[in-house]
């Protein structure tokens, strides 16, 4: 009895804020859109605070549909900066409240393990490092901000997937569920790619608020579906094809569940939009993920797809200058029409003039790189405001950062990398079969997406970088499960039902169904 009065009490205070945030979005002053995001912000900060686990699902539609959003208040009289940050915020605070909400309740039922502190530590020195990054090449404290709130803050998607996921079947129905409701974005990228832009998405794209003003000028406009950009859409569905394979293979380590009708379709919707976008970037995405799947199934095929990339960098690297030499005369030779810009020779070759400036001066390789006060001396800018013809141009990460970090920072993040990546492995093989055959695909997604951020130094943004940082998290934990498996503490999940590990996509049980307590 008590307990019903209680959830009356709390379903009409629900009932009489929704009432004051209607009345306050209708006759304030702006952007109505932007009035409500405020409110939804606030709303999914608490949500995250009180209920993380169930808010796993709430922050998927937040990644999802946020930048639809901020499309969508061109219909309004007006719009600014400060209305864009209050919808792009939404994700952040969700993912605030729910990184508050682990450590609280974690706390509180004595569910954090040692690792998953260590996790967290993790998470906030990188983010310290993305914000003395970004002061480090001369942004001021708006922009350091924004790079923080935007860019960094997701990291601590790692550490809520590794204390709210305790066994794989929870991850492989959250990652079904990511794969459903990101449907619609995959299907809208496919709608643009073959009937192109609503006037009113021109509109915003004039409005100049979005990086893809350039989209203006091309042979027609690249799909970016609900998203802010066509590369952030096109990694997407690199991303969301192999979390069809994960929910799938991962789940019973059977191929042939990913030919089960419903994968397949799933499979091909994702690949499709994929391609429409005409981008280089996600084209290297998919093939990166798909050959990690197959090739990091034993232990040799696994050094062979190490050497082969290695080997593909080098010839990339130190043949820049003949590529560069050759460039013309390639585009030459490509077709017209949708290749001439799918192909587009521009972006290579702003990679390659940054490796052969590497290749060609020796005085760019510096202990310690460049100070951005440095390079503004040299009158030649800062990122992306530098002249191509500029000694200190580039548009790569790994150019960047041998010139801000310089060859010892670089060095030793090359052996770190060699040391966890050789451990990530020897735990993987040393996995069950089950277990194994799910972290070869999480650590699929990881490559997939890094391999990327190598050659693209902004892949890691909203909301490619929830999700990756997301995948990191499950692949900690099932990597951990090997030490954890005569401890099993009381956690944030202990009231989580225990369900059949049949995944079928047929199964009569809604995924989200295990997300509602």
């Known amino acids: 009895m008590n307990r019903n009065i209680g959830t009356i009490i709390v379903g009409f205070i629900g009932l009489l804020m929704g009432f004051v945030v209607i009345v306050k979005v209708t006759s304030g002053q702006g952007n109505s859109l932007a009035s409500a995001a405020k409110f939804v912000a606030i709303g999914s900060f608490v949500f995250g605070l009180l209920k993380p686990k169930a808010a796993l699902i709430w922050i998927i539609v937040l990644c999802g549909y946020s930048d639809l959003l901020k499309r969508l208040m061109v219909f309004d009289t007006s719009f600014n900066y400060l209305d864009i940050s209050f919808v792009l915020g939404m994700a952040p605070a969700c993912l605030a409240g729910m990184t508050l909400g682990c450590l609280g309740q974690g706390g509180i039922r004595a569910g954090l393990r040692k690792s998953d502190v260590v996790v967290f530590l993790l998470c906030s020195l990188y983010l310290m490092w993305v914000v003395v990054k970004a002061r480090s090449v001369g942004a001021g404290l708006l922009g350091t901000g924004k790079v923080a709130f935007l860019e960094g803050s997701f990291v601590y998607a790692a550490f809520v997937g590794k204390v709210l996921f305790r066994e794989r079947e929870e991850m492989v129905r959250y990652f079904r569920i990511c794969v459903y409701l990101f449907l619609p974005v995959a299907a809208y990228g496919i709608y643009q790619g073959f009937v192109g832009l609503s006037r ?33 859409l096109t990694v997407i569905c690199a991303l969301f094809s192999l979390f069809v394979i994960t929910q799938s293979f991962g789940a019973s380590r059977s191929p042939a569940k990913v030919l089960h009708p419903l994968n397949f379709l799933l499979l091909c919707t994702f690949i499709c939009a994929g391609i429409l976008t005409y981008t280089r970037s996600g084209w290297l995405a998919f093939f990166v993920g798909f050959t990690a799947l197959f090739f990091f199934q034993h232990r040799f095929t696994t050094i062979m797809y190490y050497v082969g990339g290695l080997i593909a960098f080098l010839i990339l690297f130190f043949g820049a200058d003949y590529a560069l030499q050759h460039l013309d005369e390639w585009q030459r030779a490509l077709t017209g029409g949708h290749w001439t810009q799918a192909f587009r020779i521009t972006t290579w070759s702003d990679r390659l003039i940054g490796w052969r400036n590497l290749t060609h001066e020796s005085g760019l390789w510096t202990p310690f790189g460049f100070s951005a006060d440095e390079i503004l001396r040299s009158n030649e800018g800062v990122d992306g405001l530098m ?15 041998v010139l801000h970090r310089g060859y010892i920072p670089l060095v030793v993040l090359i052996i770190a990398a060699i040391a966890v990546i ?38 890691l943004q909203f909301p490619v970088n929830f ?45 989200w169904s295990y997300y509602n307590n």
């Open 467 to 511: 999700f990756f940082w997301i995948v990191v998290g499950c692949l900690v934990r099932v990597l951990g499960q090997v030490e954890e498996k005569e401890a099993v503490p009381v956690s944030v999940t202990e009231e989580t039902p225990t369900v059949s590990a049949d995944l079928d996509p047929s199964s009569s049980t809604p995924a």
């Open 200 to 232: 009113w998405e021109v509109a915003y794209l004039e409005s100049g608020f979005s990086i893809e003003l350039r989209q203006l000028y091309d042979h027609r406009a690249r799909a970016f579906s609900t998203l802010s950009a066509a590369s952030t």
């Open 422 to 459: 050789s451990k990530i492995h020897r735990r993987i093989f040393s996995l069950d079969p089950d277990n194994r055959a799910f972290a070869i695909c999480l650590f699929a997604c990881v490559v997939c997406v890094g391999s990327v951020g190598a050659t693209h130094a902004k892949i």
């Open 387 to 401: 002249r191509r013809n500029s000694r200190f141009f580039y548009h790569d990460a790994f150019t960047g950062f």
